[in-house]
């Protein structure tokens, strides 16, 4: 049985592909649309799942889209009865359903004998609960997602259990953490769709002097849930833009004038960060983290449960994800590489496939699901570049063997340069984690400068992460787990902590990857190598790109190679690597 999971009409539009409950194939739309989050149905995105499997549309049984028009129908109505919200609000929820409902015209489009299964509409938030349930190694576990919102609702939890997912308590519009943080990320000055991460970046650099006014924003409950202070707010009563001219996500202001008379007034963009954006980043993170562990406090008294899966676009707070057991009785935690909405097609198309009666058997372990390229469309890409190659000046070398490849890469990472790391199949989700990565010395403590003046040209405040081998975890940082998503923030001990400077943030922590031999030898044997030359189990990892989204094809990694500072460039066996002389004309 063929599903096509997708997630459509919306930032990070994606698809994926599910063989008899295996995952095959799974992408998001920018990374061949080179559009960051890029919006719409994701026909590029789907044609290299279908490729992947060597099948055409006819061959798909089922395709499941995660999002329901018809969910919470009552709930719509009456806050339309009650309110009388403005109309163009109405009229942009209206224009939104129709697209949803769209699919199926859609699917007809495609190349190939055409599509003749059944399209299921998935809740949003059942499709995030199964994202991370569903494909997690737990067969009992507590289960939340948390997001701006979704079919009129911006949070669920409850139980998994064997194949079947519990909801147990909802949050429902206009209420939203998602709402509060992408708000409060609009206030200080970063206005582009998913900016969050930057508010949470900048957070460590302030206190949370500013706590009291977002409990005025932001009110919990006993039970677990939360409310907004809707006079801060216009989603709920005006109309707030939301459009993806090019593909690209535009949201209009979702806070009210009255949230610059309680925190002063908005940064524009490129105006200075002071202390005071700083403080209000830091007590925003505060704030958050309050809501979300109560959630999760609340969930498990009453469930007794001590596993714990994760999912919504909030699930990529990964500074709050590393607290949950320090902060909770929770002790396991899952969530998956893709948490926000692009991970919504694969929950869609698992539910389908619950719901067909079959039981679970695939875990998502690793998050190498894109498209990989063997030794001949390399060969091929070089041969047609050879001018570009040697105007650039640099060398060509193939290298014998997998382990060679592995000590000279780690050698250049240990002699300070810049290394991007071309290898296997592209990552699901938001972060490199080892496939399409740049590579640097995390012992170096101007190495974050060094990225930043020659490729990434990014705020200062921003961490990189570090990539570290599985085993040694417990060495370097205060809790020892697996973390092979990139999706939790550990603190690194004070000991180690001069030691590796360039992953380090400037409150102690690190938002690590933990990598595996089996799941990517590749990777591990680099930085195996690494260990041995330095004594350190570690390197820097950051995303394969320069204000795009991550490269995806070798074409992609030698344009962002020739046009930045880079030294070396590493595609499957291939080292590029730049002359002194061009290096310093660079």
Same mark, same amino acid.
């Given at each position: 049985?063929?599903?096509?999971?997708?997630?459509?009409?919306?930032?990070?539009? %994606?698809?994926?592909?599910?063989?008899?409950?295996?995952?095959?194939?799974?992408?998001?739309?920018?990374?061949?649309?080179?559009?960051?989050?890029?919006?719409?149905?994701?026909?590029?995105?789907?044609?290299?799942?279908?490729? @992947?499997?060597?099948?055409?549309?006819?061959?798909?049984?089922?395709?499941?889209?995660?999002?329901?028009?018809?969910?919470?129908?009552?709930?719509?109505?009456?806050? &339309?009865?009650?309110?009388?919200?403005?109309?163009?609000?109405?009229?942009?929820?209206?224009?939104?359903?129709?697209?949803?409902?769209?699919?199926?015209?859609?699917?007809?489009?495609?190349?190939?004998?055409?599509?003749?299964?059944?399209?299921?509409?998935?809740?949003?938030?059942?499709?995030?609960?199964? %994202?991370?349930?569903?494909?997690?190694?737990?067969?009992?576990?507590?289960?939340?997602?948390?997001?701006?919102?979704?079919?009129?609702?911006?949070?669920?939890?409850?139980?998994?259990?064997?194949?079947?997912?519990? +909801?147990?308590?909802?949050?429902?519009?206009?209420?939203?953490?998602?709402?509060?943080?992408?708000? &409060?990320?609009?206030?200080?000055?970063?206005?582009?769709?998913?900016?969050?991460?930057?508010?949470?970046?900048?957070?460590?650099?302030?206190?949370?002097?500013?706590?009291?006014?977002?409990?005025? +924003?932001?009110?919990?409950? #006993?039970?677990?849930?939360?409310?907004?202070?809707?006079? *801060?707010?216009?989603?709920?009563?005006?109309?707030?833009?939301? %459009?993806?001219?090019?593909?690209?996500?535009?949201?209009?202001?979702?806070? %009210?004038?009255?949230?610059?008379?309680?925190?002063?007034?908005?940064?524009?963009?490129? #105006?200075?960060?002071?202390?005071?954006?700083?403080? +209000?980043?830091?007590?925003?993170?505060?704030?958050?983290?309050?809501?979300?562990?109560?959630?999760?406090?609340?969930?498990?008294?009453?469930?007794?449960?001590?596993?714990? #899966?994760?999912?919504?676009?909030?699930?990529?707070?990964?500074?709050?994800?590393?607290?949950?057991?320090?902060?909770?009785? =929770?002790?396991?935690?899952?969530?998956?590489?893709?948490?926000?909405?692009?991970? $919504?097609?694969?929950?869609?198309?698992?539910?389908?496939?619950?719901?067909?009666?079959?039981?679970?058997?695939?875990?998502?372990?690793?998050?190498?699901?894109?498209?990989?390229?063997?030794?001949?469309?390399?060969?091929?890409?070089?041969?047609?570049?050879?001018?570009?190659?040697?105007?650039?000046?640099?060398? &060509?070398?193939?290298?014998?063997?997998?382990?060679?490849?592995?000590?000279?890469?780690?050698?250049?990472?240990?002699?300070?340069?810049?290394?991007?790391?071309?290898?296997?199949?592209?990552?699901?989700?938001?972060?490199?984690?080892?496939?399409?990565?740049?590579?640097?010395?995390?012992?170096?403590?101007?190495?974050?400068?060094?990225?930043?003046?020659?490729?990434?040209?990014?705020?200062?405040?921003?961490?990189?992460?570090?990539?570290?081998?599985?085993?040694?975890?417990? @060495?370097?940082?205060?809790?020892?787990?697996?973390?092979? =998503?990139?999706?939790?923030?550990?603190?690194?001990?004070?000991?180690?902590?001069?030691?590796?400077?360039?992953?380090?943030?400037?409150?102690?922590?690190?938002?690590?990857?933990?990598?595996?031999?089996?799941?990517?030898?590749? *990777?591990?044997?680099?930085?195996?190598?690494?260990?041995?030359?330095?004594?350190?189990?570690?390197?820097?990892?950051?995303?394969?790109?320069?204000?795009?989204?991550?490269?995806?094809?070798? $074409?992609? #990694?030698?344009?962002?190679?020739?046009?930045?500072?880079?030294?070396?460039?590493?595609?499957?066996?291939?080292?590029?690597?730049?002359?002194?002389?061009?290096?310093?004309?660079?």
């Amino acid at each position: 049985m063929y599903i096509l999971g997708i997630n459509a009409y919306h930032g990070d539009s %994606s698809a994926c592909l599910v063989r008899d409950g295996q995952l095959v194939a799974a992408a998001e739309e920018e990374r061949f649309r080179r559009v960051k989050h890029w919006a719409g149905f994701p026909v590029r995105a789907i044609g290299y799942c279908l490729a @992947e499997a060597g099948i055409e549309p006819a061959a798909l049984d089922h395709v499941a889209v995660n999002s329901d028009p018809n969910a919470n129908m009552l709930r719509r109505l009456a806050h &339309v009865a009650l309110s009388r919200p403005d109309l163009r609000l109405l009229v942009d929820r209206l224009r939104n359903r129709k697209r949803r409902a769209s699919a199926a015209a859609e699917l007809a489009q495609l190349p190939g004998a055409p599509f003749r299964g059944e399209v299921h509409a998935v809740e949003h938030h059942l499709a995030h609960l199964a %994202s991370c349930f569903l494909v997690s190694p737990f067969t009992r576990a507590a289960a939340v997602s948390v997001d701006g919102f979704g079919d009129f609702a911006s949070g669920a939890w409850g139980v998994g259990e064997g194949s079947a997912i519990d +909801i147990r308590s909802r949050v429902y519009f206009p209420h939203s953490l998602g709402i509060f943080y992408q708000a &409060v990320t609009q206030y200080l000055g970063f206005p582009n769709y998913g900016d969050e991460y930057k508010v949470m970046g900048l957070a460590p650099y302030g206190r949370p002097t500013r706590l009291d006014a977002m409990r005025d +924003i932001v009110r919990l409950n #006993a039970d677990g849930t939360y409310a907004l202070n809707l006079r *801060y707010f216009r989603h709920h009563r005006e109309h707030v833009a939301y %459009s993806w001219d090019g593909g690209s996500p535009q949201v209009g202001d979702l806070f %009210s004038p009255a949230l610059e008379e309680l925190l002063g007034p908005r940064r524009h963009r490129d #105006a200075p960060l002071g202390d005071e954006h700083r403080d +209000i980043a830091a007590s925003a993170q505060a704030m958050y983290e309050e809501a979300f562990f109560n959630i999760l406090i609340t969930l498990q008294e009453r469930t007794g449960l001590t596993d714990l #899966a994760i999912a919504g676009g909030c699930g990529m707070n990964s500074v709050a994800n590393g607290k949950v057991r320090r902060k909770t009785p =929770f002790r396991r935690l899952y969530v998956q590489s893709a948490a926000g909405d692009a991970g $919504g097609a694969i929950g869609a198309a698992m539910v389908v496939w619950q719901r067909s009666g079959r039981a679970r058997s695939f875990v998502m372990d690793h998050a190498y699901w894109g498209p990989q390229f063997d030794a001949a469309a390399v060969a091929g890409l070089l041969a047609d570049r050879k001018d570009d190659i040697a105007q650039a000046g640099c060398t &060509v070398e193939t290298i014998a063997s997998e382990s060679d490849l592995c000590r000279r890469t780690a050698a250049a990472v240990a002699d300070g340069q810049v290394v991007g790391w071309f290898q296997g199949r592209m990552e699901w989700g938001p972060r490199a984690l080892g496939n399409r990565s740049i590579l640097g010395d995390p012992r170096r403590a101007d190495m974050k400068d060094i990225l930043n003046l020659k490729i990434k040209r990014r705020e200062s405040f921003r961490p990189f992460a570090p990539s570290v081998l599985e085993n040694h975890v417990g @060495e370097w940082f205060e809790e020892d787990d697996a973390v092979p =998503f990139m999706m939790q923030v550990f603190q690194i001990r004070a000991e180690k902590r001069p030691r590796i400077p360039a992953v380090t943030h400037v409150d102690g922590s690190g938002r690590l990857q933990t990598v595996s031999a089996r799941t990517n030898p590749v *990777y591990y044997g680099l930085i195996d190598a690494f260990r041995a030359l330095t004594g350190v189990p570690m390197v820097l990892n950051t995303s394969f790109n320069e204000n795009e989204p991550v490269v995806c094809t070798p $074409g992609e #990694a030698l344009d962002c190679f020739l046009r930045t500072k880079m030294d070396v460039l590493v595609i499957g066996r291939v080292m590029l690597r730049r002359t002194a002389s061009s290096a310093a004309a660079a």
